[in-house]
């Protein structure tokens, strides 16, 4: 289904590098500007490696960081009409590649805590999609939830792109929406520590297999000097198999060539688990066409704005807890923090 992900690649094959970017120390706006320039570094060095390669993807908090104190102000966000991505603009125009890429972007609304954010950059350095996180990792994250849905774009080698970031992915259906809105490469980027290492993988796999599409994933490696970051950047093909993984080591690039017309020739032509058409259309040896109505009550119920598992009442933790007990903190960055 792919090569081993080498220099060169097929005329129909999409050659792809994730870079299991190393956890970055960030404790200053400045740390912020250094991590946009290496990363603009690292598209020309990888290209310069991999002639032939169309895509580079980058995990979530690449570029601003993790530290849980300083998240929220205003000097470590990057708009998307910022010079930081301009600098991404530039490196994958210079360079001839797509690339993904992680920035953490002030709200549209003042006084709103700031969007988790992706974004994909064309080779001509076009922004080609905008995505904001949809689900932030509760109770830590103090992210506003994403208002963009879960966009596609076309992507190279007959490719139909959509990211998620992160615990994203532990959500089967939002990998069903951008598969049900015709992507065929799913894009996970991921700033996870160990804990859910193997859900990792698990959730890669079956957000493949379910919807009859490619995977992607990359998560930063690495010691922030509280938790280890496990890397383990993937390819999963559209049986839900997978194609690469890498391992836990800081700066490691997974590569794969896959063919994204697979996955669609796939949905067109299997009889047997083609799930994601089957499931509006139910039965269809008994019923000609098959079912068509909602029969699930939880779709029925977001769609009203109703959703409550039975027992959410019970449900203990439904606030920052522990992280932000008076919320996140906006603004200007305290004097603290300066240095």
Not at 211 to 221: D, G, H, P, Q
Request: overall charge negative; charged content about 20%; aromatic content about 12%.
């Amino acid at each position: 289904m792919s090569s081993t992900g080498s220099i060169s690649a097929s005329p129909d094959g999409l050659l792809m590098a994730l870079v299991q970017y190393r956890v970055p120390i960030v404790e200053k706006p400045e740390d912020v500007q250094n991590n946009v320039d290496e990363i603009c570094r690292r598209v020309a060095s990888t290209k310069a490696g991999y002639p032939d390669l169309d895509l580079i993807v980058f995990p979530e908090y690449s570029s601003s960081g993790l530290n849980t104190a300083i998240w929220s102000y205003d000097e470590f966000l990057i708009a998307v009409d910022s010079p930081e991505v301009d600098k991404f603009r530039k490196a994958c125009k210079d360079n001839d590649i797509w690339g993904v890429f992680s920035i953490m972007e002030p709200h549209h609304e003042e006084g709103k805590p700031p969007f988790n954010t992706a974004i994909i950059i064309d080779n001509n350095g076009n922004l080609a999609l905008h995505y904001r996180k949809l689900q932030p990792w509760t109770p830590i994250e103090p992210w506003s939830p994403g208002d963009l849905g879960m966009p596609v774009c076309d992507g190279p080698k007959g490719s139909k792109l959509a990211v998620n970031i992160c615990h994203d992915g532990m959500f089967p259906e939002l990998a069903r929406e951008a598969a049900y809105k015709g992507a065929n490469v799913y894009i996970r980027i991921s700033g996870y520590s160990t804990q859910v290492q193997d859900q990792w993988i698990m959730t890669n796999k079956t957000n493949a297999f379910q919807n009859l599409m490619f995977t992607a994933s990359v998560n930063l490696a690495g010691y922030d000097n509280v938790f280890y970051y496990f890397g383990e950047g993937n390819v999963c093909n559209y049986d839900g198999n997978l194609i690469a993984e890498g391992h836990r080591n800081p700066d490691e690039i997974v590569t794969a060539e896959i063919f994204p017309a697979l996955a669609d020739k796939a949905r067109i032509n299997w009889g047997l688990e083609n799930n994601i058409f089957n499931l509006g259309n139910r039965g269809y040896v008994a019923v000609p066409g098959g079912a068509t109505e909602n029969y699930l009550t939880w779709i029925d119920d977001l769609a009203k704005g109703q959703y409550k598992v039975p027992w959410a009442d019970e449900v203990r933790i439904k606030d920052g807890w522990k992280y932000y007990p008076d919320g996140p903190q906006l603004g200007p960055l305290p004097d603290k923090f300066k240095k």
